[in-house]
């Protein structure tokens, strides 16, 4: 037997309706749409301060060993981790390749971001406005 009270629509019934789902995707979408430029320009710029950083870190050591042994490290062409291990550093960075060269009176330390698109060069001159110097592509 079928009662009364199943016959009946259910009137207190709490949902979200298709419309009401659809307004909040495209706001989120919309907040998303102009976030996500913001964001990923301020990752960069978080990038290139770590970036200079580093080099500034390096430099430092590199005068640092100068100054006790007098001369650079190693001549020839090394990489981070090199610069890691005889100086002393903890620097970890993927998003860079770096490569220090020594010519035996001077030293350059290239930081070349992985995807290739810009190259800063760091020297034995004092930081400051022209060291480190962008060497290719359009630097921060």
């Known amino acids: 037997m079928i009662s009364i ?27 998303t749409a102009f976030a996500l430029p913001k964001f ?8 290139a301060r770590r970036l200079r950083s580093n080099l500034t870190i390096i430099h430092s050591a590199l005068e640092i060993w100068e100054a006790s042994a007098q001369s650079y490290p190693a001549n020839g062409a090394q990489d981070l ?18 490569t220090y060269t020594n010519n035996g009176t001077s030293y350059t330390v290239d930081a070349q971001k992985t995807d290739a698109s810009y190259t800063l060069r760091l020297t034995q001159a004092p930081i400051g406005p022209t060291n480190p110097t962008c060497q290719q592509g359009t630097c921060p």
């Open 81 to 98: 981790d090199y610069l890691n291990s005889n100086l002393n550093l903890n620097i970890l960075d993927s998003d860079f390749n770096y």
């Open 5 to 31: 009270n199943t016959l009946r629509p259910i009137e207190n019934k709490k949902a979200f309706t298709l419309t009401e789902m659809i307004i909040v995707v495209i706001i989120v979408g919309l907040i």
């Open 40 to 47: 990923t320009k301020s990752m960069e710029k978080e990038r």
